[in-house]
């Protein structure tokens, strides 16, 4: 297990940007391929990035795709997500997640380690 924490959430003007963290301890961290999800009032949880162990390789939703980027920095088990040229439509808790493996997933319930979720709020 890994335990995640998001920070960097909050309010933003439409075409602003923010960057999101995550904070892991516990297991070794380089091991985990880790994403990016958020929720919606109302909505299912949706898949945002994801990106490999050794962050040789990601995957953006075509919903962000140009705008976010998802990184990482091993050496201090934290994993970002940049947001740029957000949109009202942005507008959810963002929650990080952690799954062992080799190959990069989409479906929430191929995560097994979950922050408790940062609020990101774009107002028009």
């Known amino acids: 297990q890994v335990q995640l924490v998001e920070s960097g959430g909050g309010l933003v003007q439409a075409g602003g940007s923010l960057r999101l963290s995550c904070a892991a301890s516990?297991?070794?961290?380089?091991?985990?391929?880790m994403g990016w999800f958020r929720q919606a009032p109302g909505k299912e949880r949706e898949f945002v990035a994801a990106i490999t162990g050794t962050g040789g390789s990601t995957k953006h939703a075509d919903s962000v795709k140009g705008r976010f980027t998802i990184s990482r920095d091993n050496a201090k088990n934290t994993v970002y997500l940049q947001m740029n040229s957000l949109k009202p439509e942005d507008t959810a808790v963002y929650y990080c997640?952690?799954?062992?493996?080799?190959?990069?997933?989409?479906?929430?319930?191929?995560?097994?380690?979950w922050g408790q979720g940062t609020q990101v709020t774009v107002s028009s």
């Open positions: 516990g297991r070794v961290f380089s091991n985990y391929i």
């Open positions: 997640a952690g799954r062992g493996g080799l190959f990069l997933r989409e479906g929430p319930d191929n995560y097994d380690n």
